[in-house]
């Protein structure tokens, strides 16, 4: 059984949860908490301010989640837990404890049971062992519902991760216009399927209004000049082209990012689990070229390069979509053969879909190049001066005739890795940062940390990340959620019609069998080849029919398929007719690929369950592993 780690696993029950509040109030505040944590510590007013502000519409319920690996922090809650069980006095005590701090001996325990005339517990064995059961119960209930850090907060059953702060969570709970943006949108990143439904929402919602009465409106939209003039100089693209040669360019970037972190510490970092892969991909790449220069028209063959790509927001919005029938290992097979086909297609791009060349932009592009190695070389971490020179990267490029979007896979293969930190020596420098903050809380006109506090810190978070992995985690969600959407909306429009079947029949037959046949058969065929011959292993999770409904996956080419026949076909009508082959064809093997995906085998059957429960089990650490 799974769990969602955004919802509280366990109701709240009246007759076993410690409650603040009226049962009938309109807003539940849930925490699980330590009172060996000093941010529990910090946050015990924050709560007290909160239910003064709410008063009856709010209840608050507190359950424990010690610190792992802390006596101080399992004998505070036990004996919270005692007196509840005992006396009834939780509250009391819980206030008590707190007020203790976090350090918690035996001789605070010993003066709060006298102080409260707690029952000796020797003599009270049963009501200990119950308490002890108790706060276990909790711990369990905060490990399903996602809880590993104390304090961890529920919203009326919903996990809250914004700051702790007063403000921040009295805005959550009232419900405010920009929380619940904010909610709904980390609730739908965090879908897996999302950037693949965003994306296809976009290409819809382009066929609707290329096919409806405003589509010459919105085709010649896109073709809008837009630029800056200096002097006598000019620089102007039309919409279409800043998205296809700007916009783009965030893409190629994120994927170079991914590209050289499979290759250095992914999935691809060593040959042989690299292998099969590797050479899945390849086959997926020249069967669909041949089948393609083997049927297109002559005057369009050097289109080949169209049906050698797979989208991956849409392959990954399948395979998250089908759950555990699809194992583990086969979504990072297909992952990893999407990334080689990326490779493939970035240097197809940048060999056969280039241009005259403009020379002297080359040479001014070179130098560019050259800057971002040397800071590289010496060891710049900062982002900036890489974004600067990746502006200027792209300018050459793009005046010197090649596709400027490569700057991006450029700039990320140049973007310096990092040694990785000592987590133990920084979590010791801001703790000391903090230690000093906190010997001058209180001081007249002084509002919060001090400037060379916050600067500290900045320092110590901005050493946790290298300037690659910083900027893929900026950049990623800019790719997934507003570069392909845009680029769908831009580039997918197109006016259907019957004759184009009967005018561009070659050519759309070429695309859509590379894509739907050639991609699978190719994929299919070098797998087996290689694992026959011994060169590669195939994992045995999945089976080979598993593996080809990956392959089939692989047709879906779409945008980079359209990427590629946007360069190699300049007439607006073979665009057309390409567009519309890519966009059947990928449906075609979504269909295909989920259908061979979805049956599962009666072994498969039989260990779903227990398949799940390992899976949960690898994803989810123990108790122990928590830390505050």
Sequence with gaps: MTHDPLKLDSPVDPARDHILGPPDAELTLVEYGSYACRHCLAVHTVIQGLRSEFGDRMRYV????????????????????YAAETTGQFWEVHDAVMERGAAFSEADAAEIAREFNL???????????????????????????????????????????????????????????????????????????????????ATLLALVLSNSPVGAAFLAFWNTRLGFHVGASSFDLTLL?????????????????????????????????GALPVVAAL?????????????????????????????????????????????IELR????????????VAILVIAFFYTGAIAWPYLIAGAGAVALLAGLNRIGVYAVLPYTLCGILLWFFLHE?????????????????????????????????VIREEDRHRGEAVRLGPSGPAMRALNTIHSRIESPADKLLHTAEPWSSYVVLPIFALANAGVVWSTGVFQEHGRLMAAIALGLVVGKPVGILTASWLAVRSGLAEKSEAYSWRHLAGAAALGGIGFT????????????????AAAKIAILLASIVAAAVGTALLYPRSPEESDDSDESDTEAEGAATPPLAAASH
């Design 560 to 575: 980079m398929s359209l990427f590629i026949s946007g360069l190699a076909f300049k007439d607006a009508e073979d665009f």
């Design 119 to 201: 029952p000796d517990p020797e003599k009270n064995a049963a009501a200990l062992e119950t308490a002890r059961a108790r706060v276990r119960e909790d711990a369990e209930s905060a490990r399903r519902s996602g809880g590993r850090v104390t304090p961890t907060f529920f919203i009326n059953g919903r996990r809250y991760r914004g700051p702790w702060d007063e403000s921040s969570l009295s805005d959550a709970m009232h419900g405010s216009l920009g929380h619940r943006i904010q909610a709904a949108a980390f609730r739908f990143v965090r879908w897996g399927p999302s950037s693949g439904l965003l994306l296809g929402l």
């Design 62 to 81: 507190f359950r424990h989640l010690p610190v792992p690996d802390s006596e101080d922090a399992a004998r505070a809650a036990e004996l919270a837990q």
């Design 241 to 273: 082209d800043w998205i296809n040669h700007g916009l783009l360019t965030v893409f190629f970037f994120v994927v170079g990012l991914e590209i050289k972190r499979e290759f250095t510490v992914g999935h691809l970092a060593s040959l042989r689990s």
């Design 332 to 343: 990072v097979f297909l992952t990893a053969t999407v990334i080689i086909d990326d490779i």
């Design 400 to 432: 010197a005739g090649l596709h400027a979007t490569l700057a991006g896979g450029v700039l990320a293969v140049l973007l310096p890795p990092r040694p990785p930190p000592t987590p133990k020596a920084l979590m010791a420098q801001a703790a000391a």
């Design 283 to 327: 086959g997926g790449i020249l069967l669909p070229a041949v089948i393609y220069a083997l049927i297109a028209p002559p005057a369009l063959r050097h289109g080949w390069g169209i049906p050698i790509g797979t989208d991956t927001a849409f392959a990954v919005a399948l395979i998250v979509l089908l759950g555990s029938r699809v194992p």
